[in-house]
């Protein structure tokens, strides 16, 4: 059973990818959002029905300020791998969440996370945040993604699939993998907040069905009604595309998860969990091909501009 109420939602994130997907479904089913953004007024993106609250994740009076009247959470935290700067954005978010009463606080932790530690910071700094927010009494659900389907729908991957049929990526091409849609890991967050009994619980969210490569290459080609193959790309050579768009040390961060998927030391990270988290959110991420035949291909057709490497995280 899920609540019809409508929420009033502090949203962290909602200026990146994956939160702006949550704050706008938020949005659509009426609930009242708000975010917190370090950007001017101009520099904003389009969140239409949001209100912004200027402040930073850093300063504690500033995350209270966002979460003062609201009665819910949603938290995705930016690609920041340093793990006592994590720590202290889940402690401001906490006590912020405790000061304002908050019913439910969804933690969206960016990626799947290994049962036992790692050496790679994307998993560890994601397991501090989750850590944290815990032992603060927040309470809490956990919902964890696997990879983005709209990863490959970029400047770097959008031309050579739609002029090449060819899709590259940095994951090995028999690793099993769940691709999921920004807008069904919103549609999981949402049944996150709304769903009755779920504070304490964790879920590992994902797509339909565990694709390898070139099965998600096959779905594409059946989206895109052409032959697609897929391109296992090298970790490292991911890695050096991303620096160029965001720094070395943020893209070593999300390069990390592609180096340890290179490993094969835990080939089924990313791969669904056989139905478990739809069936008790009760959402159904749409089949890849759906996703797929939904997005304007064309834009990255003909004469395209001089591409770089694929390097979309």
């Given at each position: 059973m899920s609540s019809q109420i409508p929420m009033r939602v502090a949203v962290v994130g909602a200026t990146g990818f994956q939160?702006?997907?949550?704050?706008?479904?938020?949005?659509?089913r009426h609930h009242r959002v708000r975010t917190l953004t370090r950007r001017p007024s101009g520099d904003r993106p389009p969140l239409p029905g949001a209100l912004f609250v200027a402040g930073d994740l850093a300063r504690p009076a500033d995350v209270r300020r966002l979460f003062e009247g609201t009665t819910h959470g949603v938290v995705t935290l930016p690609l920041v791998y340093e793990p006592e700067r994590i720590r202290a954005y889940a402690r401001n978010v906490a006590f912020a969440a405790l000061a304002a009463g908050t019913v439910r606080l969804v933690?969206?932790?960016?990626?799947r996370v290994?049962?036992?530690?790692?050496?790679?910071?994307?998993?560890?700094?994601r397991r501090i945040a989750e850590e944290e927010l815990r032992s603060a009494g927040v309470p809490l659900v956990v919902v964890r993604p696997p990879v983005y389907l709209d990863n490959l729908f970029s400047p770097w991957n959008g031309p050579a699939l739609v002029d090449e049929g060819v899709l590259a990526y940095p994951l090995p091409a028999s690793t099993p993998t769940a691709w999921l849609s920004h807008r069904d890991l919103a549609e999981a967050v949402h049944a996150a907040l709304t769903v009755e009994g779920l504070e304490g619980r964790s879920f590992d969210i994902g797509g339909a069905r565990s694709l390898t490569g070139d099965e998600l290459a096959a779905a594409f080609g059946r989206g895109l009604g052409r032959a697609v193959r897929y391109l296992q790309l090298a970790p490292e050579v991911f890695e050096r595309g991303l620096a160029q768009l965001l720094g070395p040390e943020t893209a070593a961060g999300v390069a990390g998860i592609y180096h340890y998927m290179a490993t094969g030391a835990d080939p089924l990270l990313l791969a669904g969990d056989d139905g478990v988290s739809a069936d008790v959110l009760g959402v159904r991420a749409a089949p890849v091909e759906e996703w797929v035949t939904r997005q304007p291909w064309q834009m990255w057709s003909g004469d395209a501009e001089e591409q770089s490497p694929s390097t979309q995280g």
């Open positions: 939160g702006g997907a949550i704050a706008r479904l938020l949005v659509e933690l969206n932790a960016n990626t290994p049962q036992g530690p790692t050496s790679v910071a994307a998993f560890e700094t």
